[in-house]
């Protein structure tokens, strides 16, 4: 699994372009990110190298952040690739909270971060099917 931090911004002009600037200025490299909005605010949750860093520097600079753990892995980067661990998890009555794409070393693969109700069971299914789990080294 990776560390995943969320961090909660205020919808306005500015709030993104502070949380970055933190990372930028401490050499925090981000593998992946993805943002949620609504009307007031936002939800940007990142991957990133040194995560136990970063949430600490992003918590002393007034962001209102948190740590969660998400599952990782890869699969071809081919047409279906990603349908073969959506049926899995499917099958074994696993509910998929969001999902987004990773930056990894991995040539030819696509790397997918995803928020599940069971971790335990989703690695235990992405095993049993022989899917290759990620990890922080791999984070290209």
Do not use: H, W
Not at 12 to 28: E, F, P, Q
Not at 55 to 70: E, G, I, Q, R, Y
Not at 75 to 91: L, T
């Amino acid at each position: 699994m990776l560390n995943q931090i969320s961090v909660f911004v205020e919808n306005k002009t500015g709030r993104l372009a502070s949380v970055m600037k933190v990372l930028t200025d401490n050499n925090i490299d981000i593998r992946a990110m993805t943002i949620a909005d609504t009307t007031d605010f936002g939800i940007v949750r990142l991957v990133v190298r040194d995560a136990d860093n970063a949430l600490k520097l992003l918590k002393a600079n007034d962001c209102t952040a948190n740590l969660t753990k998400v599952v990782a892995f890869s699969v071809p980067d081919q047409p279906g690739g990603m349908y073969s661990v959506i049926d899995a998890f499917e099958s074994a009555g696993i509910n998929i909270e969001y999902c987004y794409s990773l930056v990894t070393n991995k040539e030819g693969r696509a790397s997918v971060a995803v928020r599940v109700d069971n971790n335990d069971k989703a690695i235990e299914v992405l095993n049993s099917k022989g899917i290759s789990l990620i990890s922080e080294d791999d984070l290209g």
